[in-house]
């Protein structure tokens, strides 16, 4: 249909008969300020909705924006400009196509509004509010319902338009009457971290117990034995531990669908433990939670929707946001078989690690490919044809598809489609150096805590907590969250020490076995950061104390926790007597670990050579903490990975600054690098050939 005036069945200046209590004169005050009143009847079609919907300023003289979507999944996108709102004019300004993932989202948004009984009405005149509103009109077997929003929107209007949002192009999409904005779901919402702590590691990481044999954390008492009761200062020091990358998700699924356990495993399938060039140790570590319909999402995770639809191409994170510091949400397909669901799964959740897309989009023509820039959107239609229509091709001899960029066809990156692309060894490599210096001290929910005052509660842990460190960067985290495992105890005072005994898990007593379940799932139940869970502390002296739990029987009915006669332990501090927090067992104070040597530079003089002759560099090495034994190795970088061009042999240094002649073979013209390899930590320094 070409441009211009629609027919009787599309358009009109007058307003569709709105009954069921909405004053009509304050409808069409509001949506034309007095002088236009237009809204759009929907055709009705058996079992799925039709819908036209209208969103614009209040302001005369300014244009609307709306859709007419059938039932069939066709897609209408109407104007009425500027200069014909008085008159009420609507023109056609091209068609949009949802995707079937779209499509489904819109139809679930509008039956969820169309459900609500009669017309659904919120106006805000307080001082201050924008001056725009949003209608939707919805045509199911022949029933009507109308929303509308002025100044401000219920939540049904307001998901109907991201639904909508999601498929239109940005010139066309429809405004938020309370915020002025078209908004598009990023996908389910998300809730922050606490300070210090963020939903994507990558760090050497320690649990708390090897942290405090370490000596590297202090635990002291707040005041208080439920909730946020402890604050935790920690340093930093070299340590032997491999690099993980640990991705925090939360899963919201559909009847039917993955659990968040499967997707946890297709994942790591994918992601085995790997050796960076440095011989570094990286791991992966996707940590899946469920969260039920209707929760709040779990402080400190990404948010996953997973979708019934195998052709959503499935989305991850927010361009300019960091998923390291900041939970990111997004989209993911299903049904794509075990194998297609792992790829896609994977490449998905490398994102919340950092890593970008490395394909771009081209239009098949003829046999030859033609790059599609970045703005334009392939789903889009109508933006691609006028692309396609600028370039002098017709996008109806053609098709338009993503591929991977060249050196990336087996990059998981790239590609999914083959099912045999994984990780690339350069990607291994990167998450070992951002990891290097990275130290984060983690306690789990059940680590138990022993007060160094005697007659003092002693607590446990019931809520992930992090603190992650760096070289001359002390941390410290003033909350975690624990319960009082001594019910009879005094309440922990101010400014008491702790020590860490382990996990309840670790314990050999049944009772600890039950009690570290009931901690786990408290953890899982918390509401927000920092926050008790409701009827947690109950449920721990249920079996720490053998107690009355009424407000903790939920949590314990999900741990499974049987109607028993608990006996627990009462554990005495075997460090008591000593200020600085240890790592600690039933039979006494452990041996506390010793850090390992720590590599802090390498520096090389000089570091531009001359390509096709023998050279020779000074090299000085800085270790610190204790002796090592280091080699060296001159690296290229080919096809974007470094890769050894020649070992330079074995020192075994003090700590200190050591120098070294190294002599270099000839090399061609690129960029190498030396690289000190030891055996907890590394360093390198970049040599240019000219």
């Known amino acids: 249909m070409s441009p211009g005036r629609l027919d009787s069945s599309l358009a009109g200046s007058s307003l569709v008969d709105v009954r069921s209590g909405l004053n009509r004169r304050l409808l069409c005050a509001a949506v034309a300020a007095g002088t236009l009143c237009l809204l759009v009847a929907p055709t009705a079609s058996a079992g799925q909705p039709s819908l036209v919907v209208w969103a614009g300023p209040l302001v005369p003289g300014t244009a609307l924006h709306g859709v007419r979507l059938k039932a069939d999944g066709k897609g209408t996108r109407l104007v009425v400009k500027r200069n014909h709102r008085a008159g009420g004019k609507v023109t056609v300004a091209g068609s949009f196509a949802p995707s079937a993932g779209e499509l489904a989202a819109i139809r679930a948004a509008a039956k969820a509004a169309f459900a609500k009984p009669g017309v659904k009405a919120t106006h805000d005149q307080s001082p201050g509010a924008h001056g725009s509103y949003a209608s939707a009109v919805i045509a199911v077997d022949g029933k009507t319902r109308t929303l509308l929003g002025v100044n401000t929107g219920s939540a049904a209007l307001r ?194 690690a950092g890593l970008g897309d490395r394909y771009g989009s081209f239009f098949k023509s003829g046999g030859k490919l033609y790059p599609i820039p970045d703005d334009v959107d392939i789903d889009d239609k109508a933006a691609l044809e006028k692309w396609a229509k600028s370039q002098g091709l017709d996008v109806d001899a053609g098709k338009a598809g993503t591929k991977a960029l060249p050196g990336h066809e087996q990059d998981i990156m790239g590609d999914v489609f083959k099912g045999t692309e994984k ?80 996990s309840a898990g670790a314990q050999p007593q049944q009772s600890l076995q039950y009690l570290q379940r009931v901690l786990e799932v408290a953890a899982a139940m918390q509401p927000t950061t920092l926050a008790a869970t409701p009827g947690a502390q109950d449920a721990v002296w249920r079996i720490s104390d053998d107690s009355l739990a009424d407000e903790g029987a939920p949590i314990l009915a999900q741990a499974g926790v049987p109607d028993l006669v608990f006996d627990a332990p009462h554990f005495d501090n075997p460090n008591a007597g000593s200020p600085q927090t240890r790592a600690v067992s039933t039979e006494g104070v452990l041996p506390q670990r010793r850090p390992a040597p720590f590599l802090k530079a390498l520096r090389v003089r000089p570091q531009q050579v001359a390509a096709g002759a023998a050279s020779t560099v000074s090299a000085r090495v800085i270790l610190r903490v204790a002796r090592d034994r280091v080699r060296i190795e001159l690296q290229g970088r080919k096809r974007g990975q470094w890769r050894r061009v020649k070992r330079l042999g074995k020192r075994r240094l003090r700590p200190g600054a050591a120098k070294l002649r190294l002599h270099l073979p000839p090399l061609r013209r690129g960029a190498f690098r030396l690289i000190a390899i030891g055996d907890a930590s590394s360093a390198a320094a970049p040599i240019r050939v000219r």
């Open 159 to 352: 998901q109907l338009l991201v639904a909508l949002n999601k498929a239109l192009p940005a010139s066309a999409r429809l405004d938020d009457p309370e915020s002025g904005f078209a908004t598009v779901s990023d996908g389910p919402s998300t809730a922050p971290c606490p300070p210090g702590q963020g939903p994507t590691t990558i760090s050497r990481r320690l649990p708390l117990d090897k942290a405090a044999a370490l000596g590297l954390v202090t635990l002291t008492a707040k005041g208080g034995f439920a909730g946020d009761a402890v604050a935790v200062d920690a340093k930093w020091k070299p340590v032997d531990a491999p690099v993980t990358v640990q991705i925090d998700i939360e899963f919201s699924s559909f009847p039917g669908g993955p659990s968040a356990s499967q997707v946890e495993a297709s994942i790591e399938s994918r992601l085995p433990a790997r050796t960076a060039i440095d011989g570094t140790e990286v791991k992966f570590d996707i940590v899946a939670r469920e969260r039920a319909p209707g929760a709040a999402p779990s402080p400190c995770f990404h948010q996953v929707q997973l979708l019934d639809d195998a052709d959503y191409r499935g989305d991850a994170g927010e361009a300019g946001q960091n998923p390291l510091k900041t939970p990111q949400a997004g989209e993911w397909p299903s049904g794509r078989g075990a194998v297609g669901d792992r790829q896609i799964w994977t490449h998905e959740a490398l994102h919340f």
């Open 423 to 502: 990780l690339l060894q350069i990607d291994v490599d990167t998450f070992a150096v951002v990891g290097a210096d990275e130290l984060t001290i983690e306690g789990k929910p059940g680590d138990l805590l022993l007060n160094k005052e005697a007659t003092a509660q002693n607590l446990a842990v019931g809520a992930p907590f992090e603190l992650t460190v760096r070289p001359g960067k002390d941390g410290h985290a003033d909350g975690l969250v624990a319960y009082c495992i001594d019910l009879h105890r005094h309440s922990p005072s101010e400014g008491q020490g702790y020590d860490v005994l382990g």
